[in-house]
C-alpha cells in the first residue's frame, strides 16, 4: 500500500484561496502548497514565505561574466599573442568593456536560469500532486491548496477540519 | 520633509475640486474568465491545421527557398555574386543585417521594458513578439555569417567567434565588429532563454490538456520541455524574481545591441557616419521598426483567430503612439544630423548630408523621409489608430522605410569617397535580391511554426491581468 502523500483542497476564487492561505499560514503549517496557474499577487506574503534567493545566483553569474571577458580579452591579447594594432596598448578595460558587459548580461541569464530550476528543482517530471485527478484543471481556472503529511503538524482529521472552515472543496488525501 | 506639509498649508481650494478619477482601461473586454482564456489560447493549437495555414506555409517555403538557393550560390561561388565593388564594400548584407536586427527590437522592448514599468497591456502581445525577435535575430544572422563567403571560417579559425587564426592571431577586441558578434549572440540567446521561461507554465497547461484528452504523444512532448512544472506558490516566487531580474537584465541588453551596432559606423571615420547622435538614433529606430512588424503580425492575427477580446482598441492604440513617438524621434534624429552637418562647419559631412538629400541616391533618401517621419504621423488621429487595415498599411511603410534608413546611411556614404576619382554607384546583385527577399519566407515559416505549435499568448499572463486575478475581491481598486 502506497504511503499518504498529503492532502488537497480546490478552491474557486483568488480571494478564496488568498483568504485560506492566510488561515493556513497562521495555523502553524511549514510543509504546504498552493496551486494556481497565475501568479496571485501577494500570495508569497500570505503564505508567509521569505523572499526568493534567485537573486544571488543571478549577481555571482554577472560577476564571472564581467570578470570573464575582461580577463579574456587581457589573456589573448596581452599575453598570449601580445600584437599592437593602431598604436594602442596591448590592453585597456575602455575596448574590452563592450565584450564584457554582453557577457556579464549573457552569464547572468544563465545563472538566473539554472538558479531558478535549482531552487524549484526542476526538472521534476514525478510529483504525487501530478497524479491526482483534479490536477488537469489545476493550470487551468481551479486553486489548490496541498498540505504535506511530512509537516510535523500534519493530522488528517484536524488538517482536513481547517481546509473544510477555510472554504476547501473536493477534499482527497493524494497518495505518494 | 516632514515639516514642509505646515509651513506651506494646503491651498483652501483643494478640499473643493474633486480630481478625476481615471477609469482603468480594460485589458480584456466581454469580462471573460480564466476558464475562457485557456480555452481559446489552446483552442488555437488543438484544433485542426486551417487551410489558410497550409497555403501560407507552402507560400512561405518556396519564399525561403530564393535564400536557401542565394546562400549556396555564394558559398560555392564566392562573395563576388553580391554587387558590392569599390567604393561601396558593404552594402546590402550590412543593411538586411541591420534591418532584421532591428526588428528584434520590440520583442524584447515590450516584454522586458514594458514589464519593468509595469504596463500590464503588454501581456496580450509579449509571447509572438519575443517570438518575432528570435526569428528577426535568425534572419540578420544569415548575413554577417554568409558575408565571410567560406562560412566554416566564421567560427574556427575565427573570423567572427573567438579563436585565434591559422597563425594563431586573436580577434581584434578594439573593433566595433567584434563587440557586435558578442552583442547578438548574447541577444539571440538571452531572447531565446526569455521566451522559453515564459513558456514553461503555459506548456504545463498544453501537456495537462493533451493528457485529459488522450493525446499520450503530445503530452509528452509538452511535458517533456514543461519541466514538469505544477503551479506551485513556491515555484511562482523563485519564477517570478528570475523573470524579473531577466528583464532587469534584457533591458540594458537591448539597449546595448543596436548602440554597439550603431558602434560599427559611428566609430569610423567615414562622413555621415561617423557622429555620437548614432547610438540613441539607432535605438529609437530598431524600436520604430520592431513596433512596425509587430503591429503587421499581429493585425493580421487578431482577426484570423478573433483575438479582439484579448488583443483590444487599446493595446492597438498603444502601439500606434509608440510608433509615433519612436518615428517622432527618427524625424529629429535626421533633422539634427543636417543640422550638426552645417553647425560642425566640415565640409565633408556638409556634403554627404547635401549629397543624401539631392545627390544619385535622392529617391532611396525621400522614400525614407516619406516612411519614416510622415507615415507615423497619421497616428496622432483617433479615427486612423481605430482603423485597423489603415494602421496595417502604415505598419507596412514603416518596415519599408527603415529598410531605406539602413540603405541610405550605408550606401550614400560610401558611394562619395573622399576623391572624386573614388566615386561609383551601387546596386545590387541579382543574387543579394533574392537572398534578401527570402529572408521574408525563412521568417514567415518560423512564424507559422510558432502559431501553430506553441501557445500563441502567455495565459498565465494574461490571466493575471484580469479582475478576476485580484485577492481582494475584484470591485476593491
Given at each position: ?176 | ?287 520604430f521598426?520592431?513596433f512596425g512588424?509587430?503591429m503587421?503580425?499581429?493585425l ?13 482598441q487599446?493595446?492597438i492604440d498603444c502601439m500606434c503612439k509608440i510608433t509615433l513617438a519612436t518615428g517622432t524621434m527618427v524625424g ?39 516612411c519614416n517621419v510622415i507615415t507615423p504621423q497619421f497616428f496622432w488621429f483617433k479615427a486612423v489608430r481605430e482603423n485597423t487595415?489603415l494602421v496595417w498599411i502604415l505598419s507596412?511603410f514603416v ?79
Amino acid at each position: 500500500m502506497s504511503k499518504n502523500y498529503g492532502i488537497i483542497a480546490a478552491f474557486d476564487t483568488v480571494p478564496d484561496v488568498f483568504h485560506a492561505c492566510e488561515q493556513v499560514r497562521d495555523a502553524g503549517y511549514s510543509q504546504w502548497d498552493t496551486i494556481t496557474s497565475f501568479p496571485i499577487h501577494g500570495l508569497d506574503a500570505a503564505m508567509g514565505m521569505r523572499r526568493s534567493r534567485v537573486p544571488r545566483f543571478s549577481l555571482a553569474g554577472g560577476i564571472t561574466g564581467f570578470c570573464t571577458g575582461m580577463s579574456f580579452i587581457w589573456w589573448a591579447g596581452a599575453y598570449e599573442y601580445p600584437l599592437i594594432v593602431g598604436g594602442k596598448p596591448y590592453f585597456s578595460p575602455m575596448f574590452a568593456f563592450p565584450v564584457s558587459y554582453e557577457l556579464t548580461i549573457l552569464f547572468t541569464a544563465f545563472a538566473t536560469i539554472f538558479g531558478m530550476f535549482f531552487l524549484n528543482k526542476l526538472p521534476m517530471h514525478y510529483h504525487p500532486v501530478l497524479k491526482a485527478p483534479q490536477f488537469v484543471r489545476a493550470l487551468d481556472d481551479r486553486f489548490y491548496i496541498v498540505i504535506e503529511s511530512a509537516d510535523p503538524k500534519f493530522n488528517a482529521t484536524e488538517t482536513r477540519a481547517l481546509l473544510q472552515r477555510a472554504g476547501g472543496k473536493d477534499i482527497v488525501e493524494i497518495e505518494e | 520633509m516632514a515639516s514642509h506639509a505646515s509651513d506651506h498649508p494646503a491651498p483652501a481650494i483643494l478640499s473643493e475640486v474633486k480630481p478625476a478619477v481615471l477609469a482603468r482601461p480594460v485589458l480584456v473586454h466581454h469580462h471573460r474568465d480564466f476558464k475562457w482564456i485557456t480555452d481559446k489560447i489552446c483552442g488555437i493549437v488543438e484544433g485542426t491545421t486551417p487551410t489558410w495555414w497550409w497555403v501560407c506555409f507552402v507560400v512561405a517555403s518556396f519564399v525561403a527557398c530564393f535564400t536557401i538557393a542565394g546562400l549556396i550560390h555564394l558559398v560555392a561561388t564566392g562573395v563576388g555574386v553580391w554587387g558590392h565593388a569599390n567604393p561601396v564594400n558593404w552594402a546590402w548584407d550590412i543593411v538586411n543585417f541591420v534591418f532584421w536586427i532591428g526588428i528584434g527590437h520590440a520583442g524584447t522592448l515590450i516584454s522586458a521594458i514594458l514589464c519593468l514599468l509595469r504596463q500590464k497591456w503588454r501581456t496580450s502581445i509579449n509571447r509572438a513578439a519575443e517570438a518575432m525577435t528570435i526569428f528577426a535575430v535568425v534572419c540578420a544572422a544569415i548575413f554577417p555569417v554568409f558575408h565571410v563567403g567560406r562560412i566554416w571560417f566564421a567560427v574556427m579559425p575565427g573570423y567572427l567567434f573567438p579563436f585565434p587564426n591559422s597563425n594563431g592571431i586573436w580577434q581584434n577586441f578594439r573593433s566595433p565588429l567584434e563587440w557586435d558578434v558578442f552583442a547578438v549572440s548574447t541577444y539571440g540567446t538571452v531572447s531565446c532563454l526569455f521566451w522559453y521561461i515564459g513558456l514553461i507554465p503555459d506548456l504545463g497547461t498544453m501537456r495537462d490538456r493533451f493528457t485529459a484528452a488522450g493525446k499520450m504523444m503530445r503530452a509528452r512532448i509538452y511535458g517533456f520541455f514543461a519541466m514538469g512544472w505544477r503551479g506551485s506558490n513556491r515555484a511562482w516566487s523563485n519564477y517570478e524574481m528570475a523573470y524579473l531580474i531577466l528583464a532587469g537584465i534584457s533591458t540594458p541588453l537591448v539597449l546595448s545591441v543596436h548602440t554597439i551596432v550603431s558602434f560599427d559606423f559611428a566609430v569610423s571615420l567615414i562622413p555621415g557616419w561617423h557622429t555620437t547622435i548614432f547610438p540613441p538614433y539607432f535605438v529609437a529606430g530598431a524600436i520604430f521598426s520592431g513596433f512596425g512588424m509587430v503591429m503587421t503580425l499581429m493585425l493580421p492575427l487578431r482577426a484570423v483567430y478573433r483575438l479582439e477580446d484579448l488583443i483590444t482598441q487599446y493595446h492597438i492604440d498603444c502601439m500606434c503612439k509608440i510608433t509615433l513617438a519612436t518615428g517622432t524621434m527618427v524625424g529629429y534624429a535626421y533633422s539634427m544630423e543636417f543640422f550638426i552637418a552645417w553647425y560642425g562647419a566640415n565640409p565633408y559631412e556638409g556634403f554627404a548630408f547635401i549629397n543624401r538629400a539631392f545627390g544619385h541616391y535622392a529617391w532611396a533618401y525621400w522614400i525614407m523621409i516619406g516612411c519614416n517621419v510622415i507615415t507615423p504621423q497619421f497616428f496622432w488621429f483617433k479615427a486612423v489608430r481605430e482603423n485597423t487595415a489603415l494602421v496595417w498599411i502604415l505598419s507596412i511603410f514603416v518596415n519599408v522605410g527603415m529598410w531605406f534608413e539602413r540603405f541610405v546611411i550605408i550606401v550614400t556614404s560610401l558611394a562619395r569617397d573622399f576623391l572624386p576619382s573614388s566615386w561609383g554607384y551601387y546596386s545590387p546583385s541579382i543574387v543579394e535580391i533574392f537572398t534578401f527577399f527570402g529572408t521574408f519566407g525563412v521568417f514567415s515559416v518560423l512564424f507559422l511554426l510558432f502559431i501553430r505549435f506553441v501557445p500563441i499568448m502567455p495565459m498565465s499572463e494574461v490571466k493575471a491581468v484580469i479582475p478576476q486575478a485580484d485577492p481582494h475581491g475584484e470591485h476593491k481598486h
